[in-house]
């Protein structure tokens, strides 16, 4: 599986930004799809994972702000960002779980919110 994002950029606080994710590259279908977040001399962190079945799930720091989606015909996530904050400020990556094969992680897309 391969992982396409775009999306990133930079937004001051309270302003709102939308991820998108595609995946190509396999005939199987994908279990989990999500983002993924690390700031500058920090761990990489799960911002939001769904289910192929819609079900989402999210890091407490986003929730309430962040939304998940994801189109299965499409093999694309989303993430629609709202509220931003300073904190926010990190390269996000696409993930993919695909029930066959290899997760698979997309290159980074950096977000930069501004106070």
């Known amino acids: 599986v391969q992982l396409q994002a775009s999306g990133g950029g930079l937004v001051q606080a309270g302003g709102s930004l939308r991820l998108s994710c595609a995946a190509s590259?396999?005939?199987?279908?994908?279990?989990?799809m999500g983002w993924y977040r690390q700031a500058p001399g920090k761990q990489r962190e799960l911002v939001a994972i769904?289910?192929?079945?819609?079900?989402?799930n999210y890091a407490g720091s986003v929730k309430g702000r962040f939304t998940i989606s994801r189109d299965n015909a499409k093999n694309t996530v989303s993430l629609q960002m709202n509220s931003l904050k300073p904190e926010d400020t990190a390269v996000y990556y696409c993930?993919?779980?695909?029930?066959?094969?290899?997760?698979?992680w997309g290159q980074g897309t950096q977000l930069t919110v501004s106070s």
């Open positions: 993930y993919a779980d695909p029930w066959v094969g290899n997760d698979a």
């Open positions: 590259g396999s005939d199987f279908s994908i279990n989990l």
């Open positions: 769904i289910t192929s079945g819609g079900s989402p």
